[in-house]
């Protein structure tokens, strides 16, 4: 799976960007999440989206404790596309986002498998 992050740009803070993460197969199943490191920090979770098990009817969203109720994650299983919607933006969000996917469920341990190459989203004072 290739994924091709995409939306970054220069906002002002308050204002709001969306992001998106085309894939170049199907990952209705997959775990996917979106990351972030700005310069000089490690690498930081943002946001994920999964199911918890096969018989989930719906999927579960987390969010990292900076971003919620700020952001949202969502997809667009037609377009084999992730979103990133995110408002309210602050210059501490300032950083390089990626999306990644992994297979299994959310709350398993394992690794994330394919990631994308990072768009950087700058938010001005």
């Known amino acids: 799976v290739q994924l091709q992050a995409s939306g970054g740009g220069l906002v002002q803070a308050g204002g709001s960007l969306r992001l998106s993460c085309a894939a170049s197969e199907r990952i209705s199943s997959y775990v996917v999440g979106w990351f972030r490191r700005a310069p000089g920090r490690e690498r930081e979770f943002v946001a994920l989206?999964?199911?918890?098990?096969?018989?989930?009817?719906?999927?579960?969203?987390y969010y990292g404790d900076s971003v919620a109720n700020r952001f949202t994650v969502s997809r667009d299983n037609a377009k084999n596309t992730v979103y990133l919607e995110m408002n309210s933006l602050k210059p501490e969000d300032t950083a390089v986002y990626y999306c990644?996917?992994?297979?299994?469920?959310?709350?398993?341990?394992?690794?994330?498998?394919?990631w994308g190459q990072g768009t950087q989203v700058t938010v001005s004072s």
């Open positions: 989206m999964g199911w918890r098990s096969r018989s989930s009817v719906r999927e579960t969203t």
């Open positions: 990644a996917a992994r297979s299994g469920f959310v709350g398993s341990s394992s690794e994330w498998e394919y």
